[in-house]
């Protein structure tokens, strides 16, 4: 009769055990085939014409008076892409602001709303070099941002051009801007109505160790009207020194890098004197999603 209890005991006992191991197994199949469906849909839509970028600016600047952090910045960004053709493509640019002054209180801001559309007109492996071209639109949101411009937002038109030689790749980027001027509490204008223009010129001057770091200088000229004078331009020279390291099939960039801004001024004969001394120390990470 103990025989007969003990059989049936490790009867049930081997069922229990096997009824676990099933279940454990259709759970970890389950699993095993959402993770496969999740993959499978992720492959799918970085083949597709849809594009989603991440991106995420944080910067410190020193001050010079004080040898203190005077100004903090974090600017979160979301670009949504569809490629038309393998030259042709739209985007629609967010991005939001986080600032902080010392001693003053925070302010965030929906910073931008961009629609653009590129189209390569060149490539280096046909043409020897590369040529693009853009335009769009850009609104300004935030009304506190719309009157610290005097402007609801502008149009652009844009032309880059790069070209390699071995490891080191040379770019020229140029974007035109262009705007009516509006009156602002901020900002009275007595010239309401009246366009307001701005040049950015960008040169890059990037050396490649490898696939994945890489070295740069980078200057940034930029010309714009003067809210005052209506006509008369204003112009100032940036510089940056950085590196780009790229990761996850190049889907992830990690950018520190260090900015002069006003290096140089149309006030100025020359790079200004101090102009080492308050640098804007930055973290730029970037990630495609797909």
Not at 90 to 104: E, I, P
Request: aromatic residues 12%.
């Amino acid at each position: 009769m103990k025989k007969t209890f003990a059989a049936l005991g490790l009867g049930l006992g081997l069922i229990a055990s096997n009824a676990s191991f099933a279940s454990q197994t259709a759970a970890t199949t389950t699993t095993t085939q959402q993770a496969g469906t999740s993959s499978s849909t992720l492959e799918q839509l970085k083949a597709s014409p849809f594009k989603l970028m991440v991106a995420n600016y944080l910067t410190a600047t020193r001050s010079d008076a004080n040898n203190d952090i005077s100004n903090v910045k974090d600017m979160f960004r979301i670009q949504f892409g569809y490629k038309l053709t393998d030259k042709d493509m739209f985007t629609l640019d967010n991005r939001f602001l986080y600032s902080k002054d010392k001693g003053k209180d925070a302010d965030s801001s929906y910073n931008r709303i961009q629609l653009a559309y590129s189209r390569k007109l060149l490539t280096e492996k046909e043409d020897g070099l590369n040529l693009s071209a853009g335009t769009g639109f850009r609104f300004l949101p935030d009304t506190k941002v719309r009157n610290t411009v005097n402007s609801p937002g502008f149009a652009f038109a844009s032309l880059s051009i790069s070209k390699k030689l071995g490891n080191l790749e040379l770019t020229f980027n140029n974007y035109v801007r262009y705007g009516v001027r509006t009156s602002s509490a901020l900002n009275k204008q007595p010239k309401s109505g009246t366009m307001q223009w701005g040049y950015l010129g960008e040169l890059v001057q990037e050396y490649s160790f490898n696939d994945t770091v890489s070295l740069y200088l980078y200057e940034m000229l930029y010309t714009k009207n003067k809210h005052e004078s209506g006509i008369k331009a204003s112009s100032t020279l940036d510089l940056e020194i950085g590196s780009n390291i790229k990761l996850a099939n190049n889907a992830l960039t990690i950018n520190p890098y260090i900015i002069y801004e006003g290096a140089m001024t149309d006030k100025t004969t020359g790079f200004k004197k101090d102009f080492l001394k308050e640098p804007t120390f930055g973290l730029f990470v970037k990630y495609s999603v797909f």
